[in-house]
Nanobody, 121 residues
């Protein structure tokens, strides 16, 4: 499975961005998905994740109430709507998917290449 993020850019504080993660390949094997971010000099952290069917989602406290994660399985795409952005949100945002590897009988983690988000004050 290949994951490709898009939608990053430069935005002023208080603005909004919508990130997309398009999946290709053996998309039928995709389970839960999530958005992670890594700020300069910091470890990668989970921003939000969403269950296979989209019925359950979780958010980091730092983004709760401002970010919304969603997915359209028919389009093999996951989204992250980011509102009321703060400079602290400046980071590289990565798409992640749990892939069921039937040959191994296990879930494997797949990552996109990341998209840069810069929030100016």
């Amino acid at each position: 499975v290949r994951l490709v993020e898009s939608g990053g850019g430069v935005v002023q504080a208080g603005g909004s961005l919508r990130l997309s993660c398009a999946a290709s390949g053996s998309t039928f094997s995709i389970n839960d998905m999530g958005w992670y971010r890594q700020a300069p000099g910091k470890q990668r952290e989970l921003g939000a994740d969403i269950a296979t069917g989209g019925g359950r989602s979780n958010y980091a406290d730092s983004v709760k109430g401002r970010f919304t994660i969603s997915r359209d399985n028919a389009k093999n795409t996951m989204y992250l709507q980011m509102n009321s952005l703060k400079p602290a949100a400046t980071a590289v945002y990565y798409c992640n998917a749990d892939i069921w590897a039937s040959g191994l009988g296990a879930l494997l983690s797949s990552w996109g290449q990341g998209t840069h988000v810069t929030v100016s004050s």
